[in-house]
C-alpha cells in the first residue's frame, strides 16, 4: 500500500516534470527556430529529474572514446520508457529518435518531439515510412547523430532482445556510418509497465562502433546480426554479473 502511494506520488511529479519540458521546448522552438535548446531541455531537465523522482542510478559498466566530430547512430534494447532519459545522460550528444508515429497524438510529447526535429515513422504505412528513413538519413548526412530502438517496442519481460527491424540498418549502410550499441540491463525491474516503480541501478555498457564503410544492401542481414550479436553480448555480461552478486 505503501509503494503504491509512493508510486503515484512519483507518477505527479514526473507528469509536471514532462509537461514543463514539453512546454519549454515548444515555446523554445518557437521563439529561436531552432531545435538545439531542445535537446538540453531534455538532458539537463527532464532525464536528471526523472531520475531523481525514481531514485534511480546509472552504472556505466563499459564505455568507448568515440570522436566527438565523428557522427553515429546508436541503438538500444528497449525494456521501459526511462531508457530514454538514460540514453540522454549517457551519451552526452544532441540525440535526433526515430520514435513511432503514435505519439505525435501525446499530449505535450509530441509537440516537443516535433520541436527537437525527431523523426516519426508509421510502420504500417510502408511508403510514410521509406520517406521518414530518407528523412533520418539526410539528418545523418547533415551531421546529426541517430539514437534508436531497433527491436520495434518494449520488452514484454526486459530479458531477451527482440529481433531487430531493418529500418536503421538500411539507414546506416546508406550512410555508410558506424552504429554504436547501448545495452541497458535492469530497467525493466525498476520501471516496468504500469504503477510499479521501485528505486535502483540501471546497468549501461556501450559497444564498441560496428563500421559499415563499404557494406551494401546485400551485407543487411550480417549487419543485423553483428548488431543484435554485440547488444546481447553486452547485456548478457552485466546480467551474469549482477546474478553473481546476488548468489554471493
Not at 38 to 45: A, E, I, L, P
Not at 136 to 163: C, L, V
Not at 174 to 194: D, T
Request: zero cysteines.
Amino acid at each position: 500500500m505503501l509503494w503504491k502511494l509512493i508510486n503515484y506520488i512519483q507518477a505527479v511529479f514526473i507528469l509536471l516534470v514532462t509537461f514543463l519540458s514539453g512546454g519549454s521546448v515548444m515555446l523554445l522552438r518557437f521563439i529561436t527556430r531552432t531545435p538545439k535548446y531542445g535537446f538540453y531541455v531534455m538532458r539537463y531537465f527532464w532525464a536528471p529529474l526523472s531520475l531523481f523522482f525514481l531514485q534511480i542510478k546509472i552504472r556505466l559498466n563499459r564505455k568507448v572514446d568515440l570522436p566527438k566530430d565523428e557522427v553515429f547512430i546508436f541503438f538500444s534494447n528497449h525494456t521501459s520508457w526511462i531508457d530514454i532519459a538514460i540514453v540522454n545522460l549517457v551519451v552526452k550528444r544532441d540525440l535526433h529518435f526515430i520514435a513511432k508515429s503514435e505519439l505525435k497524438k501525446k499530449p505535450f510529447v509530441g509537440g516537443a518531439i516535433k520541436g527537437m526535429d525527431m523523426i516519426f515513422i508509421d510502420r504500417r504505412n510502408r511508403v510514410d515510412a521509406i520517406k521518414s528513413l530518407d528523412l533520418a538519413i539526410k539528418r545523418i548526412k547533415g551531421g546529426k547523430n541517430i539514437i534508436a530502438f531497433p527491436e520495434g517496442t518494449r520488452s514484454r519481460d526486459g530479458n531477451m532482445i527482440k529481433p531487430f527491424k531493418k529500418g536503421i540498418f538500411h539507414m546506416a549502410i546508406q550512410a555508410q556510418i558506424s552504429l554504436v550499441p547501448i545495452a541497458l540491463s535492469g530497467a525493466y525491474e525498476l520501471v516496468p509497465r504500469g504503477l510499479k516503480m521501485r528505486p535502483g541501478t540501471v546497468d549501461v555498457a556501450i559497444g564498441d562502433p560496428i563500421p559499415t564503410r563499404d557494406l551494401s544492401s546485400d551485407d543487411l542481414l550480417s549487419l543485423m546480426e553483428k548488431s543484435w550479436n554485440d547488444l546481447h553480448g553486452l547485456k548478457m555480461v552485466m546480467d551474469n554479473q549482477k546474478e553473481a552478486l546476488s548468489i554471493a
